[in-house]
C-alpha cells in the first residue's frame, strides 16, 4: 500500500514538552514538506526538504525542527519554543520531474493539542 | 506579498445542483494554480493543476478556469453529490521550481440532500 503515512493520528502534549511527529513515505520521492493548518488559514510551510541530509526552513520555523536522514522520513519536532503549537500538522511528499507539473501528495496529518 | 483569496469562505448547496467557487491571487513570479480537495481530518487531494497557458481543465465533475491577465481562477462542481462535501483550497505556486505554494483558505462546502 503505497503513500504517506504520518502518525500518530492525535497527539497530547503538555506545555514545556517536545514531541516528534511522523511522516514516512514509500514513493520515492526526493522532496519532502510540512506545513501547519489552522482553522480558517491557508496551509503554512514550515520546513521543507529536496534531499536527504539537507532541508530549509519555510515561512514559520519557529520552534520546529527536523531531520532527513533518509529518503523516506522526514520527522518534525515540536518544541517548547514554539509559543502556539496547537494545530493540524500536514507532511507533503513530491516527485522529482518537470516542475510546473511537481505535484504535492498530501499524508492524512497529524493534530496536535496543547493540554 | 504573495496572496490567495478565496469566495466564499463557506457555501452550503442541495445535491444535484450545481456550484462555483473563486480564488483570485497576487503571486509573482506565476508558476501554475492548482485546486485541492481536503476532508475533514484529511489531507488535501488533488483536483487540477493549471499553467499560465492553460485556461481551463477538467476532473470529472470538477472543471477549473483560470485567467492570468486577471489573477482569477474558479472551480465549477456539476450535479453536485453528498460526497463533495469538502474544503476547497486554491493554491498558486510562486517559484520557479514550481515547488513554493502559496495556499488560499479554503471554501467550505456543505452538500445537503
Known amino acids: 500500500d503505497g503513500g504517506i503515512t504520518q502518525s500518530p493520528k492525535y497527539l497530547f502534549r503538555k506545555e514545556g514538552q517536545n514531541v516528534t511527529l511522523s511522516c514516512e513515505q514509500n514513493?520515492?520521492?526526493?522532496?519532502m514538506y510540512w506545513y501547519r493548518q489552522d482553522p480558517g488559514q491557508g496551509l503554512r510551510l514550515i520546513y521543507y526538504?529536496?534531499?536527504?541530509?539537507?532541508?530549509q526552513k519555510g515561512d514559520i520555523a519557529e520552534g520546529y525542527s527536523v531531520s532527513r536522514e533518509k529518503k523516506e522520513s522526514f520527522p518534525l519536532t515540536v518544541t517548547s519554543a514554539q509559543k502556539n503549537p496547537t494545530a493540524f500538522y500536514l507532511c507533503?511528499?513530491?516527485?522529482?520531474?518537470?516542475?510546473?507539473?511537481?505535484?504535492?501528495?498530501f499524508g492524512p496529518g497529524t493534530r496536535l493539542t496543547v493540554l | 506579498k504573495n496572496q490567495v483569496e478565496q469566495s466564499p469562505q463557506s457555501l452550503i448547496i442541495l445535491e444535484g445542483k450545481n456550484c462555483t467557487l473563486q480564488?483570485?491571487?497576487?503571486?509573482?513570479?506565476?508558476?501554475?494554480l492548482r485546486w485541492y480537495k481536503q476532508d475533514t481530518g484529511r489531507g488535501p487531494v488533488s483536483l487540477t493543476i493549471?499553467?499560465?497557458?492553460?485556461n481551463t481543465k477538467s476532473n470529472g465533475r470538477y472543471t477549473a478556469t483560470l485567467d492570468a491577465d486577471t489573477k482569477q481562477s474558479s472551480l465549477h462542481i456539476t450535479a453536485s453529490q453528498l460526497s463533495d462535501s469538502a474544503s476547497y483550497i486554491c493554491?498558486?505556486?510562486?517559484?520557479?521550481?514550481?515547488?513554493?505554494?502559496?495556499f488560499g483558505g479554503g471554501t467550505r462546502l456543505m452538500v445537503k440532500p
Open positions: 507533503a511528499s513530491s516527485p522529482p520531474g518537470l516542475a510546473f507539473y511537481n505535484e504535492q501528495f
Open positions: 514513493l520515492n520521492h526526493d522532496a
Open positions: 526538504s529536496q534531499i536527504v541530509n539537507d532541508f
Open positions: 480564488c483570485n491571487y497576487t503571486v509573482s513570479p506565476f508558476s501554475n
Open positions: 493549471m499553467t499560465f497557458s492553460e
Open positions: 493554491v498558486v505556486s510562486h517559484n520557479n521550481a514550481g515547488n513554493m505554494l502559496t
